[in-house]
């Protein structure tokens, strides 16, 4: 089984360069830069976004996506708790004559 190719930044925006810029279409670049033509034009659309989240690499989180997390670990721990807050609650009441 043979290993996964990485490409560099770089590598992937000449790549979309080509298209864009210098007008070849993606199957043909694709077939200069022996890359599967699909992936080129994924690269292609996922180009259009901000350039300083466009390809951007495994887990290297974007400032929203970082905050979701942040904000989605803050309610988990609300959620906790919150239940122990309940369990409490009926533990006292069941004291009380």
Same mark, same amino acid.
């Given at each position: 089984?043979?290993?996964? &190719? $990485?490409?560099? /930044?770089?590598? /992937?925006?000449?790549?979309?360069?080509?298209?864009?810029?210098?007008?070849?279409? !993606? !199957?043909?670049?694709? $077939?200069?830069?022996? *890359?599967? !033509?699909? %992936?080129? $034009?994924?690269?292609?659309?996922?180009?259009?976004?901000?350039?300083?989240? +466009?390809?951007?690499?495994?887990?290297? *989180?974007?400032?929203?996506?970082?905050?979701?997390?942040?904000?989605?670990?803050?309610? $988990? +721990? *609300?959620? %906790?708790? &919150?239940?122990? *807050?309940?369990? !409490?609650?009926?533990?006292?009441?069941?004291? %009380?004559?």
């Amino acid at each position: 089984m043979s290993q996964r &190719k $990485r490409y560099s /930044k770089q590598f /992937k925006l000449d790549a979309v360069s080509m298209v864009r810029d210098q007008g070849y279409s !993606a !199957a043909q670049a694709a $077939r200069n830069l022996d *890359l599967n !033509a699909n %992936m080129l $034009r994924r690269w292609i659309n996922e180009s259009e976004g901000d350039e300083e989240t +466009v390809f951007r690499g495994n887990g290297k *989180l974007t400032a929203e996506q970082a905050e979701i997390r942040k904000l989605r670990e803050e309610v $988990r +721990v *609300l959620k %906790m708790e &919150k239940a122990i *807050l309940k369990k !409490a609650t009926v533990f006292f009441a069941k004291e %009380m004559p």
